[in-house]
């Protein structure tokens, strides 16, 4: 049966279905629009922030050690080099 319609009765069905499908699929959004964003309930308790100032203390110091060990190891690798820092 599908092979006696002809090829653009076919193909102008199908596009049709696409439309019909398309137009549902973006249509949806202008009626359900975005989810309203979800409210900030509270805030962290004074101990969590101040772990949290205390840990990135921690990491800051770190970092800074770790990057003067590599200087140090960067010179004494290249002895006519001098290797400055901030």
Same mark, same amino acid.
């Given at each position: ?67 003067? @060990? ?15 820092? @901030?």
């Amino acid at each position: 049966m599908l092979t006696t319609i002809p090829f653009l009765s076919r193909f102008l069905g199908v596009a049709a279905i696409i439309t019909v499908i398309g137009v549902g699929l973006l249509g949806y959004r202008q009626f359900h629009g975005a989810e309203p964003a979800v409210p900030r309930l509270a805030t962290a308790s004074p101990g969590i922030k101040q772990l949290v100032r205390d840990e990135h203390g921690l990491v800051a110091n770190m970092l800074t050690k770790q990057l003067t @060990r590599q200087r140090q190891e960067l010179a004494a690798a290249t002895p006519g080099r001098t290797i400055s820092g @901030r």
